[in-house]
């Protein structure tokens, strides 16, 4: 008889929400991660309105925008002439009750989703807690881990590996990462400096094959991201010594602005070849990674947790069989190949490498017609959703569970 029925490797997002999702359905959780306590290196932080009804079925959302700031403008802006094209979601009102964005660091909604986890009687976290092994037969999964440096055992029914990127899960699995790697390296900065004064809007998407740029508002304590892009050839231990070169291009003549965080970022765009292994399934970054910009990364894994955790709770009560993990699991893999991926890197191209001006122009006249086109602008807004899936069985399991 297993330990637990679910276990969970990985207290990112995708695993915290994910087992809030089983946890309030009432299944038993136990959270396995290595660090101890929330990683908090500056990665998500704009959450797309498509994601917070699924935030707010969880019970939340509302926790969430109190940490963060809901926000509905864009801005693309032209390094080299300066031009602006500006639009927003206001149109979105007639579709969603969310026709916003959430800005919140990704360490804070897992924070947020840890505590309502934690209230569970059925839910528990090892933090320390490195999973190093695992086999599974047609009774049960043995994960191996060490913690705190000791050897530890768990055994649950089912497991789900959303251990990220270098995902020890995946690679136990014997999965292979398929797909490329960038040639180069993002630079992740969290900078405390009113972006706003001058004159940067609070999603700035700045185009630019040499001073390329996503600029964004974190929170309302005045914390900004400024991520941009380096070849990889240069030394990666020299990062933070060539970061002002970067900061006196973008903000010119100023020197008071305090640098909080920052991180080098290879980037990729994989996916496991699959998703569902027996028991044992893969979510969030540890089945599929992408570059950054667009922000398409958490979102995708969320969607992943959204439509995973009723179809798992069905297949865990016997009102469905394992069949259903592999409808989940291919619905996930193709909406990252054939949506997800795909627009990640065109973003890329265009915000980074717009180095061929007839090509550029020709981005910039189709990015204009989302300030005077509605139905274009409609379009564009509603992309976002077209990442989820639905849960493969209805979902019912949270009546009569307490937020
Ligand atoms: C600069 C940057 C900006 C980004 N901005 C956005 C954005 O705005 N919007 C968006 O949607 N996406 C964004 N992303 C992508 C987003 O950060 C990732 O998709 C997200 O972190 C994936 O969450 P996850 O929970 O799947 O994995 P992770 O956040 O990587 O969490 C994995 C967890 O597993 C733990 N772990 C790893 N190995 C083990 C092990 N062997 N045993 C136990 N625990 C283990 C880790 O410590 C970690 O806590 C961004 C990424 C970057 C780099």
Redesign the pocket.
């Known amino acids: 008889m297993a330990e637990t029925q679910a276990i969970i ?7 915290i929400i994910t087992a809030l999702g089983l946890a309030r359905s009432g299944i038993d959780v136990t959270v ?4 101890p306590g ?2 908090d290196s ?7 309105w498509s994601v917070l009804a699924g935030l707010d079925e969880l019970g939340i959302l509302q926790d969430a925008q109190k940490l963060g700031f809901k926000k509905q403008d864009y801005c693309y802006l032209v390094y080299r002439t300066g031009e602006r094209i500006e639009w927003n979601l206001k149109d979105l009102v007639a579709h969603t009750p969310f026709a916003y964005n959430l800005h919140l660091g ?1 360490n804070k909604l ?1 924070e947020v989703a840890l505590s309502h986890l934690l209230q569970l009687p059925n839910a528990q976290v090892h933090w320390n ?4 092994g695992l086999a599974q037969d047609e009774y049960g999964v043995t994960v191996t ?1 060490e913690q705190n440096g000791q050897p530890r055992v768990f055994t649950a029914d089912r497991v789900i590996g ?8 995946r690679e136990l699995l014997g999965q292979p990462f398929e797909g490329t790697t960038w040639p180069e390296r ?1 630079v ?1 900065t969290n900078i405390r400096y009113d972006f706003e004064q001058h004159g940067y809007a609070r999603s700035t998407l700045m185009i630019d094959s040499q001073f390329g740029a996503i600029i964004a508002k974190i929170d309302e304590s005045g914390l900004w ?1 400024c ?1 941009y892009c380096e070849s990889s050839d240069l030394p990666e231990e020299q990062v933070l010594e060539r970061m002002p070169a970067f900061f006196k291009e973008i903000l010119p003549g100023v020197t008071n602005y305090e640098l909080v965080q920052y ?1 080098p ?1 290879r ?1 990729h765009q994989r996916a496991a070849k699959q998703f569902r292994v027996g028991r044992v399934v893969l ?4 089945a599929h ?2 570059n ?1 910009t667009g ?8 969607f992943d947790a959204y439509a995973l955790y009723p179809t798992l709770t069905a297949v865990m009560r016997g009102e469905a069989d394992d069949s259903v993990l592999d409808q989940w699991a291919e619905e996930r893999k193709q909406t990252f190949l054939q949506i997800a991926s795909p627009q990640a890197s065109e973003n890329k191209r265009l915000i980074f490498h717009s180095s061929d001006p007839v090509r550029l122009d020709q981005d910039l006249q189709t990015l204009r017609r989302l300030s005077s086109d509605k139905a274009f602008r409609m379009e564009r807004l509603l992309f976002s959703r077209r990442l989820a899936t639905a849960p493969i069985v209805p979902h019912h399991y949270f009546q009569g569970v307490s937020q």
């Open positions: 490797v990985g207290a990112g997002p995708t695993g396995l991660e290595r660090a929330i990683v500056p990665r998500a932080m704009v959450y797309h990704q897992a807690t490195q999973v190093t881990a959303s251990d990220g990127a270098r995902s020890r899960v993002f992740a991201r991520t991180s970022y980037m979510a969030g970054d540890a990674a992408t950054p922000g398409l990364g958490l979102t995708s894994g969320l």
